[in-house]
């Protein structure tokens, strides 16, 4: 069974950094790529990064590119979102994704907010 455990998320001043995690479980984890998305009150959700299965490949949504980096260790199955110069516009629910056999899996999230 596919589980995705987000963490990491808090309260923070804007120009602070903060770092995600997603632990995955219930997949080979190394096969598949994974996405963070999030989710701001009231707005759609948008991809945030993406990385492929080595690793060897990211792409940003451009209102983050510069500032936050995607990364993974495929030996803890785990999936990071390093976020640097944080802005009230990326308060958010930070969730990260992967698509297996053709589902959709999602964690439960983390909440960001970036406030003084």
């Known amino acids: 069974q596919v589980h995705l455990v987000e963490s990491g998320g808090g309260l923070v001043q804007p120009g602070g950094s903060l770092r995600l995690s997603c632990a995955a479980s219930g997949f080979t984890f190394s096969s598949y790529t994974m996405i963070w998305y999030r989710q701001a009150p009231e707005k759609e959700r948008e991809l945030v990064a993406t990385i492929t299965p080595a690793g060897g490949n990211t792409n940003y949504a451009d209102s983050v590119k510069g500032r936050f980096t995607i990364s993974r260790d495929n030996a803890k199955n785990t999936v990071y979102l390093q976020m640097n110069s944080l802005k009230p516009d990326d308060t958010a629910v930070y969730s990260c994704?992967?698509?297996?056999?053709?589902?959709?899996?999602w964690g439960q999230g983390t909440q960001v907010t970036v406030s003084s």
């Open positions: 994704n992967v698509r297996v056999l053709g589902r959709n899996y």
